[in-house]
T-cell receptor, first 112, second 114 residues
């Protein structure tokens, strides 16, 4: 069974600070996704990471993937209030198609 | 701007009633997924279709849930009979099973079973 663990599950940070969210997964996978969810809303795709060493950046968010360590990170640079949301990582189980296995999510609150 | 659409957006029903949720995937996408989100269990896969064929419905309680794709533009998820523990947000997502394509999520159906 593929397990996906995120930490921390809750994060309160001040505007302007940097922080990293971690996503560990238990079995081999060839792709990893990061999604954002605002309260009461749907999931918005942020990044798709396909290979070892992949790094993608969009604004103040940067995601990376280490397939050997089965670890992905989502780094937040100089946080702003608009980044407050829940962030999910999800991993595809290579043995069962393209269905996503989600972590529990990291609830991020950025305060002034 | 292509989007996944879902109906209804909200549904309140009584225990024992049938519930049907509908999803229109993005035109051209060949994979369709149903996920359920609850506070306790998080996001769980219920069913997965590829080229309209069901590939994985192991996450679905078979005695009461059924998922179908009668055509490429419509996916349905039915619950009969519904139970209070089915209360959740049900998301449909679609995508292409190749390359760097992501899965695009619909707005969800918020189901409350009384």
């Amino acid at each position: 069974e593929l397990k996906v663990e995120q930490n921390p599950l809750f994060l309160s940070m001040q505007e302007g600070k940097n922080y990293t969210i971690y996503c560990n997964y238990s079995t081999t996978s060839d792709r990893l996704y990061w999604y954002r969810q605002d309260p009461g809303k749907s999931l918005e795709s942020l990044f798709v990471l396909l290979s070892n060493g992949a790094v993608k950046q969009e604004g103040r968010l940067m995601a990376s993937l280490d397939t050997k360590a089965r670890l992905s990170t989502l780094h937040i640079t100089a946080a702003v209030h608009d980044l407050s949301a829940t962030y999910f990582c999800a991993v595809v189980n290579s043995n069962s198609g393209y269905a996503l296995n989600f972590g529990k999510g990291t609830s991020l609150l950025v305060t002034p | 701007d292509a989007r996944v659409t879902q109906t209804p957006r909200h549904k309140v029903t009584e225990m024992g009633q049938e519930v049907t949720m509908r999803c229109q995937p993005i035109l051209g996408h060949n994979t369709v997924f149903w996920y359920r989100q609850t506070m306790m269990q998080g996001l769980e896969l219920l069913a997965y279709f590829r080229n309209r064929a069901p590939l994985d419905d192991s996450g679905m309680p078979k005695d009461r849930f059924s998922a179908e794709m009668p055509d490429a533009t419509l996916a349905t998820l039915k619950i009969q009979p519904s139970e209070p523990r089915d209360s959740a947000v049900y998301f449909c997502a679609s995508g292409l099973d190749r390359g760097a394509d992501t899965q695009y999520f619909g707005p969800g159906t918020r189901l409350t079973v009384l």
